[in-house]
């Protein structure tokens, strides 16, 4: 089947960021909380997001800015206090993070209007939400200014929070079913991480035989 050939220099934004997020998927999900310099605690959710190194362990987030180019709560937050924290989202609270999603004021508690409750960090400001199956405490390793609509914010893990039935502390090994994590997909579209199946790496001599074979397939 033939492919449709988009140049992406002939796009619009607003086109280009449709075709990213509908073709890269599932995206996960930071359910980032931060606290101004007074003290107001803030949530949103960024599928903008991944882990690019464990030494350091770094991750992630791509912050859209507001519409006048100031900066997200997030982006402010993050800069005014060099910390945040990572939140993992379970298919348990699709729902409290979908309302820290609303466009609330600076001075609205997103975390409070949700129902959910806080911890305090264990090593930086920025508490974490109790709910959530997972937290990664993050101190601002490095912010990349791309363009005037957006940055990139990169910040070293710290410390993890991870529910108890879910990692097993020897190996280090997560259960991936007790995580239940959920991932964005389009539009308003979220997709379960439930659809699992195991598929080795093969050795180059499976993969030399399997290529062996693929000309005997074809004539037959």
């Avoid at 992630?60 to 997030?74: C, M, P, Q, W, Y």
Wanted: aromatic share 8%; proline share 6%; net charge negative.
């Amino acid at each position: 089947m033939s492919h449709h050939a988009l140049d992406f220099d002939a796009l619009t934004p607003r086109e280009a960021y449709k075709v990213m997020i509908g073709t890269i998927v599932p995206r996960p999900i930071a359910w980032v909380t931060t606290v101004s310099p007074d003290g107001v605690v803030n949530a949103a959710p960024y599928s903008f997001f991944n882990c690019l190194s464990a030494d350091p362990p770094i991750l992630a987030l791509g912050v859209e800015n507001k519409s006048d180019r100031s900066f997200k709560d997030t982006a402010w937050n993050i800069r005014m206090t060099e910390c945040f924290t990572v939140n993992i989202v379970d298919r348990a609270n699709v729902a409290a993070m979908a309302a820290t999603a609303a466009a609330f004021g600076p001075e609205v508690d997103e975390v409070r209007m949700a129902g959910l409750t806080t911890v305090p960090g264990d090593r930086i400001a920025a508490p974490r939400i109790a709910e959530a199956p997972v937290a990664f405490e993050c101190r601002r390793y490095l912010g990349i200014q791309v363009s005037s609509a957006r940055e990139i914010i990169l910040g070293r893990i710290v410390m993890a929070h991870v529910r108890e039935d879910i990692i097993d502390t020897a190996t280090c090994y997560s259960d991936h079913e007790k995580l239940d994590a959920i991932g964005r997909m389009g539009g308003n579209g979220y997709a379960g991480t439930l659809d699992y199946f195991d598929w080795p790496t093969p050795s180059v001599e499976e993969v030399e035989a399997a290529s062996a074979l693929a000309p005997a397939r074809r004539r037959g």
